[in-house]
């Protein structure tokens, strides 16, 4: 078992994933012996800044900053999973992903994508002193809808310092639910947005638990792994429902009212709490009576157990999870010209958890950012990218979560189809209009003497670009290639585009061009600063 994260793949690389076989059982009322053993984690950020980005290993005070390639390597990780975050230095990018280490060994996670971001800050207060709550332990989760899914998501935790403040910064925009729990006081939960470069509000009220008559349950929450390893397990929801009555269990535990005032206040009658970094967890307060416990983080399959409270009095009750282990089909099919039913050789595929579908980035050859954490230790176990063959077929093997099916081909239209039930889906790509708009220019690159040289067999794309923020142009890349004195040509329709050229490990800026009639657009070709891996290609 390796790592579990989001990705970028690099040009024709391909998005893969493995099974993570999960093992082992309840574990209920035994205390397993903590793991041993410390790892690695290496990896890049992509597009890291001139002044390096932060990587992190959540719940610890283990940190490394990118090197001028966006390199970093992180010592003495506990073996376990694990929430890893990348932030910029004003936190106006980050991300976080889920990775699994193991003990003596590298844990390698690739390319960490960063993207917009901000940051969620408040202030826990006592509803019965207004005083600031000190060494609250806060979790915050994105917001997910059922416990069935396959990826594990990240989990962000902290702590409240001794005025009651607490920030979680380089959040990647979106939906999350924060929760706060500290002994002595009901938990408390509510939902946020994280906006681009801006804080999110995050004050909430803590009721105290009510004196007398209650009782406790408190324990351990353990990861087991194929391998025989059990770790402590943070970002776990622990929840208890009635034994006469139980609920299905819930992705997210239940969200709180907001108070005047702009905070958030107890409103219910609901009991549970999460597991800290050490994998412990407490619930307080508890009326006497059967309760059945249940222990969900998405991605992985619950484990419950049935506990009796007795007031005056702390029941143990200790959880083990297995990761889900993912169910995979074979998706085959044929690209082919819609017009002249001919196959299209050197087509390519890509399988999406989710919609929108990737999209190819300049030249149709880089897959776009998926969104959710991605299973992915073994290149072996699963096929998400392809490219046709001289027939136009293609094959890929994919997890049952897989839900969109898009194609692409240089002067063609793509194409996108939704998986559902099918095992075969064919594409039919309709050619490209190419219009009366001529884009012509010359790519050069500097010379050991000073100057500029032209550069020929540099690969030259166009892709439709539009300005509306948060609006992506899925839409036909068109290409040319430059000739020995470095000239390109390309017939356009007229609208806006963004232009580069390439050639090798070289490249030039992007420019966008809004095309009204015929333009010259000259492009210079550095060298990229790049891993050897990748200039090896």
Partial sequence: MTHLRFVSAAAIAALVFACLAGCGGGGKGVNPPAATG????????????????????????????????????????????????????????????????????????????????????????????????????????????????????????TQTNEYGSYTVSGLPVGEYVVTVDKEGFRSASFAVTVYAASTTPGDVALYPVATGETGAVKGTVYLSTDDGRVDPLVGVMVILTSADNPEPPPPLPPLYEQQPGGRFGYVGDEYWAYSGPDGTYSI????????????????????????????????????????VVPRFKEITGTVTNAVTAEPIAGAEVFAAMDYPPPVPLSGGTQPGRPRGSIIMPDP?????????????????????????????????????????????????????????????????????????????????????????????????????TTNEAGHYEMKLAAGSYEVRAYKDVFTSEAVVLHLQGDATQDFVLQEQTLPAARKAR
Avoid: W
Wanted: negative net charge.
């Fill in 284 to 323: 307080e307060g508890v009326p006497p009576g059967r309760y059945v416990a249940t222990a969900v983080r998405p991605g992985m399959q619950i484990d419950q157990q049935e506990v009796t409270i007795v007031a005056g009095q702390t029941t143990q009750a200790d959880f083990t999870l297995v990761l």
């Fill in 38 to 157: 410390l790892g690695r984690i290496t990896g890049m950020a992509e597009g890291a800044p001139s002044g390096g980005v932060t990587v992190r290993v959540d719940g610890t005070n283990l940190s490394a900053q990118t090197d001028q390639n966006g390199r970093f390597e992180i010592e003495g990780v506990p073996s376990g999973i694990h929430t890893l975050t990348a932030t910029v230095e004003n936190g106006s990018q980050g991300c976080a992903v889920v990775v699994e280490v193991e003990g003596g060994k590298e844990t390698n996670v690739g390319e960490l994508v960063l993207r917009e971001a901000g940051q969620i800050s408040g202030l826990v207060t006592s509803t019965a002193t207004s005083e600031a709550v000190s060494d609250a332990a806060v979790t915050v989760v994105e917001s997910v809808v059922t416990i069935a899914d396959e990826m594990p998501h990240p989990v962000r935790t």
């Fill in 380 to 480: 072996g176990e699963c096929q998400m990218y392809a490219v046709t063959d001289e027939k136009g077929f293609y094959r890929l093997l994919v997890p049952d979560s897989v839900t969109v099916i898009s194609a692409y081909a240089l002067g063609f239209e793509p194409a996108m189809e939704m998986v559902g039930d099918r095992s075969v889906i064919d594409f039919k790509l309709q050619p490209a209009v190419v219009g009366e708009v001529a884009l012509s220019g010359t790519v050069t690159t500097a010379s050991s003497e000073g100057g500029l040289v032209p550069v020929e067999g540099a690969d030259v794309y166009a892709t439709p670009y539009s300005d509306i923020p948060g609006i992506g142009v899925p839409a036909v890349v068109f290409p040319a």
